[in-house]
T-cell receptor, first 114, second 111 residues
Framework: DAGVIQSPRHEVTEMGQEVTLRCKPI?????LFWYRQTMMRGLELLIY????????DSGMPEDRFSAKMPNASFSTLKIQPSEPRDSAVYFC????????????FGEGSWLTVV | QKEVEQNSGPLSVPEGAIASLNCTYS??????FFWYRQYSGKSPELIMF????GDKEDGRFTAQLNKASQYVSLLIRDSQPSDSATYLC???????????FGTGTRLTVIP
């Protein structure tokens, strides 16, 4: 079975540019999570969708970040404009019915903003 | 105070020894506890979960939960070099509205 699929795997962009990260969750999963991982802060939840509806976006750092889930098989995380401090690994993860069940992570999108 | 605290390590153990990884959490109402393993440059993968006080064994791995003391630990018996990774403890918030991760403990198993 295909796992959580993320793209791009690696992106290097200049400060001020728009960055769009994409995610396809595991088929049948109805919960989707976007996490950011840095050395200093570890894994941080950015936003959590359940049945395509954003449930908790309190972790989104600021208005430059936005996330959408137009259907059960696709989600995007957008950063506009990007800044060097946004450099991190962004993980998308999915599960069936929230955190009570196993969360499966994608391979991550490694973002570098120069 | 962070929601989930782990010793960042590195923790080094010889091959064949028992590796003991510890985690404390601040939310007394937390219900679900997870251990993830993350190899360098890879994504986290679940290795164990535990919901009830006591021990839960799965192969060489044993998770231990003590809700009164608010700690959860992971024991790895017969450690192998392939166990060298960062181990992340994760704890659900009361009401399961969030899953907090610790910053991880880096384990190195020396052949």
């Amino acid at each position: 079975d295909a796992g959580v699929i993320q793209s791009p795997r690696h992106e290097v962009t200049e400060m001020g540019q728009e960055v769009t990260l994409r995610c396809k969750p595991i088929s049948g999963h109805n919960s989707l999570f976007w996490y950011r991982q840095t050395m200093m802060r570890g894994l941080e939840l950015l936003i959590y969708f359940n049945n395509n509806v954003p449930i908790d976006d309190s972790g989104m750092p600021e208005d430059r970040f936005s996330a959408k889930m137009p259907n059960a098989s696709f989600s995007t995380l957008k950063i506009q404009p990007s800044e060097p401090r946004d450099s991190a690994v962004y993980f998308c993860a999915s599960s069936f019915q929230g955190w009570g069940n196993t969360i499966y992570f994608g391979e991550g999108s490694w973002l570098t903003v120069v | 105070q962070k929601e989930v605290e782990q010793n960042s390590g590195p923790l080094s153990v010889p091959e064949g020894a028992i590796a003991s990884l510890n985690c404390t959490y601040s939310d007394r109402g937390s219900q679900s506890f997870f251990w993830y393993r993350q190899y360098s440059g890879k994504s986290p993968e679940l290795i164990m979960f535990i919901y009830s006080n006591g021990d839960k064994e799965d192969g060489r791995f044993t998770a231990q939960l003590n809700k009164a003391s608010q700690y959860v630990s992971l024991l790895i018996r017969d450690s192998q070099p392939s166990d060298s990774a960062t181990y992340l403890c994760a704890v659900t918030q009361t009401g399961a509205n969030n899953l907090f991760f610790g910053t991880g403990t880096r384990l190195t198993v020396i052949p």
